[in-house]
């Protein structure tokens, strides 16, 4: 989405794969299901996150959003 400019598409794509990802960590069947059950594996799905949202705001020009953004990946 983003490397085709629709960038408004972004975030509620990654929104709902947070909220796929929270709901499965209450489930220990639905992590196994989803291969998330490995703490090391929870960690770098956050950071991933947070650096698609780091990405998004350095698209926007928001240079301190993506700084603090690409700090919570680490």
Same mark, same amino acid.
Request: charged share 20%; glycine share 4%.
């Given at each position: ?7 408004? #598409?972004?975030? @509620? ?14 489930? @220990?069947? #639905? ?44």
């Amino acid at each position: 989405m983003a490397l085709t400019n629709q960038f408004d #598409k972004v975030e @509620p794509a990654l929104q709902a794969a947070e909220a796929t990802f929270q709901a499965a960590l209450v489930d @220990p069947h #639905k992590m196994v299901e989803l291969g998330i059950d490995d703490p090391q594996l929870q960690a770098m799905f956050r950071g991933y996150l947070a650096t698609c949202r780091a990405a998004l705001a350095r698209s926007r020009g928001d240079l301190l959003e993506s700084i603090t953004l690409l700090n919570q990946a680490l």
